[in-house]
């Protein structure tokens, strides 16, 4: 069955594929469990020479990667732009830490020699997100098939033409059937889940986290499962409030706040609340809202219908139980919701616990640094937090939070090289950094006596 990818910004149709039938779905991961052991008989050495050259095609084809990821789910033409200067600018340094981390490791004493190896899984299902529809699809798609699995992989179904294009750009320095790409919704991920996979790594919402943990628990399939958040950040007593609220602003509006690590809660001491609430107004009239491909625009529309309605939800349920609007910016209509400062944002609302995944920066006030910390450990998610103060102490109220990844006076975006993992029910393995790509391989030890 045909599906038509839509602009949200316009509503026009950006193209069409072909949905997977389950059928279809079973039958393209055979054509990968075949291609497999051939892919998987190459040495890592092999595998990374082949991809390389990807590098190349990747910063060829960045406008057209761009202007695809803009068409099907509306961010600015030039935060997609650095999306796509993302995948391919650190290509070489990847491909070396994935080969670092999949290589073999020797531990011995006088009497034995062991050997760690990083076998192939087998066949990875690779689903991702609409959000970021060329870092999400690129972070499991190389260290999958570097460590010799072959891949079906399903993009989003809001963004599946770029996708595509993504893929064909893989596939140009990969043999036949070692990537194939399935279409189609939900019930495509579900149908490549249950089939005959390996390894499911999924990046996306906990809600669908949860059913595929359930599914893979029934024959113990790997899964590296990166989900949702409730990002809070602290403003503390001794924060620099101009760095606070425009990091605020952008953590909150950037990709109309269609971030997992989108920053959805902010949490400031009584003290310093109209101060830093002042200065959150000022930064967040910058942010214009528009069709993507207009000059100037930073925030664009809600990827559809639905998620604009469960923001206008969060914000109504907000305003009806005592919170305030500080500043909005002029209602577009269509996908679009106005970027918004929320103010008096207490926990019986709930913008307070649910993902809210929109332009809202939701403002709390606590009355001490303990209630800050205490608030942002609520709730059931752990993906990111961020703390503007003096960087001693704010070390010490990073160590009590419960963020898989915590950002001292800036984002949580961390060094090459690390991880990106949520804590609780944010993430169930993660991937990046050494110990990310390991999951994506199956670790073996094989020991025999020195000297034989
Ligand atoms: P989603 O869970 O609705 O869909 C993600 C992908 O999974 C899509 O390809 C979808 O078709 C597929 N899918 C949906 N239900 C499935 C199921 N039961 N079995 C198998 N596949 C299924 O999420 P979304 O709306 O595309 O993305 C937004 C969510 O992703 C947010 O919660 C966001 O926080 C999260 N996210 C997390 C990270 C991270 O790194 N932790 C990064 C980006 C987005």
Redesign the pocket.
């Given at each position: 069955m045909k599906r038509a990818s839509i602009d949200p910004s316009t509503g026009a149709v950006v193209g069409h594929v072909t949905e997977a039938s389950p059928d279809d779905v079973r039958a393209a991961v055979a054509r990968a469990r075949a291609a497999q052991p051939a892919w998987a008989a190459r040495s890592l050495g092999e595998r990374a020479a082949l991809l390389r050259p990807l590098a190349a095609d990747l910063e060829v084809h960045a406008e057209a990667l761009a202007q695809s990821t803009t068409a099907e789910m509306g961010k600015p033409l030039a935060d997609a732009r650095a999306e796509a200067d993302t995948i391919f600018s650190r290509f070489d340094a990847e491909v070396d830490e994935v080969v670092d981390a999949l290589s073999p490791e020797v531990r011995r004493t006088a009497r034995v020699h062991s050997t760690i190896v990083r076998d192939p899984l087998g066949v990875a299902a690779c689903?991702?997100?609409?959000?970021?529809p060329l870092l999400?699809p690129h972070e499991q798609l190389l260290p999958a098939l570097l460590a010799g699995n072959t891949v079906v992989f399903?993009?989003?179904?809001?963004t599946p033409l770029t996708g595509d294009l993504l893929a064909s750009l893989w596939r140009r320095h990969l043999p036949p059937d070692v990537l194939l790409v399935v279409h189609?919704?939900?019930r495509?991920?579900?149908a490549?889940?249950a089939a005959d996979v390996d390894l499911i790594a999924?990046?996306?919402?906990?809600?669908?986290?949860r059913?595929?943990l359930g599914e893979a628990s029934r024959t113990f399939k790997r899964v590296v499962l990166?989900?949702?958040?409730k990002d809070p950040l602290l403003v503390l007593d001794d924060a620099d409030l101009g760095a606070a609220a425009q990091f605020a602003a952008r953590n909150a509006f950037r990709n109309a706040g269609?971030?997992?690590v989108a920053t959805e809660r902010i949490l400031v001491t009584e003290g310093r609340r109209d101060a830093f609430v002042d200065r959150l107004v000022a930064a967040a009239g910058s942010w214009s809202q528009g069709d993507g491909r207009t000059d100037g625009v930073r925030v664009g529309p809600m990827v559809h219908a639905r998620q604009r309605t469960h923001v206008a939800s969060l914000v109504s349920d907000a305003l009806a139980k005592g919170a305030r609007v500080a500043w909005q910016g002029p209602d577009l209509g269509g996908n679009f919701f106005p970027p918004t400062v929320l103010v008096d944002v207490t926990n019986d609302m709930r913008i307070a616990t649910e993902?809210t995944?929109g332009p809202v920066a939701a403002v709390s006030t606590v009355p001490d640094e303990d209630a800050a910390i205490r608030e942002a450990n609520a709730g059931r998610y752990g993906?990111g937090a961020v703390i503007f103060g003096e960087p001693t102490r704010a070390r010490a109220i990073a160590s009590r939070l419960a963020a898989g990844m915590v950002g001292i006076n800036q984002s949580v975006a961390g060094a090459p090289g690390t991880p990106?993992v949520?804590a609780r029910e944010?993430?169930y393995g993660f991937h990046s950094g050494a110990d990310g790509h390991r999951q994506f391989a199956q670790t073996r030890v094989i020991s025999e006596p020195v000297g034989s």
């Amino acid at each position: 069955m045909k599906r038509a990818s839509i602009d949200p910004s316009t509503g026009a149709v950006v193209g069409h594929v072909t949905e997977a039938s389950p059928d279809d779905v079973r039958a393209a991961v055979a054509r990968a469990r075949a291609a497999q052991p051939a892919w998987a008989a190459r040495s890592l050495g092999e595998r990374a020479a082949l991809l390389r050259p990807l590098a190349a095609d990747l910063e060829v084809h960045a406008e057209a990667l761009a202007q695809s990821t803009t068409a099907e789910m509306g961010k600015p033409l030039a935060d997609a732009r650095a999306e796509a200067d993302t995948i391919f600018s650190r290509f070489d340094a990847e491909v070396d830490e994935v080969v670092d981390a999949l290589s073999p490791e020797v531990r011995r004493t006088a009497r034995v020699h062991s050997t760690i190896v990083r076998d192939p899984l087998g066949v990875a299902a690779c689903i991702t997100p609409w959000n970021f529809p060329l870092l999400m699809p690129h972070e499991q798609l190389l260290p999958a098939l570097l460590a010799g699995n072959t891949v079906v992989f399903k993009p989003s179904e809001e963004t599946p033409l770029t996708g595509d294009l993504l893929a064909s750009l893989w596939r140009r320095h990969l043999p036949p059937d070692v990537l194939l790409v399935v279409h189609g919704d939900e019930r495509a991920g579900v149908a490549l889940v249950a089939a005959d996979v390996d390894l499911i790594a999924f990046t996306g919402s906990r809600e669908a986290g949860r059913a595929i943990l359930g599914e893979a628990s029934r024959t113990f399939k790997r899964v590296v499962l990166e989900l949702g958040g409730k990002d809070p950040l602290l403003v503390l007593d001794d924060a620099d409030l101009g760095a606070a609220a425009q990091f605020a602003a952008r953590n909150a509006f950037r990709n109309a706040g269609q971030v997992c690590v989108a920053t959805e809660r902010i949490l400031v001491t009584e003290g310093r609340r109209d101060a830093f609430v002042d200065r959150l107004v000022a930064a967040a009239g910058s942010w214009s809202q528009g069709d993507g491909r207009t000059d100037g625009v930073r925030v664009g529309p809600m990827v559809h219908a639905r998620q604009r309605t469960h923001v206008a939800s969060l914000v109504s349920d907000a305003l009806a139980k005592g919170a305030r609007v500080a500043w909005q910016g002029p209602d577009l209509g269509g996908n679009f919701f106005p970027p918004t400062v929320l103010v008096d944002v207490t926990n019986d609302m709930r913008i307070a616990t649910e993902e809210t995944f929109g332009p809202v920066a939701a403002v709390s006030t606590v009355p001490d640094e303990d209630a800050a910390i205490r608030e942002a450990n609520a709730g059931r998610y752990g993906l990111g937090a961020v703390i503007f103060g003096e960087p001693t102490r704010a070390r010490a109220i990073a160590s009590r939070l419960a963020a898989g990844m915590v950002g001292i006076n800036q984002s949580v975006a961390g060094a090459p090289g690390t991880p990106w993992v949520g804590a609780r029910e944010s993430g169930y393995g993660f991937h990046s950094g050494a110990d990310g790509h390991r999951q994506f391989a199956q670790t073996r030890v094989i020991s025999e006596p020195v000297g034989s």
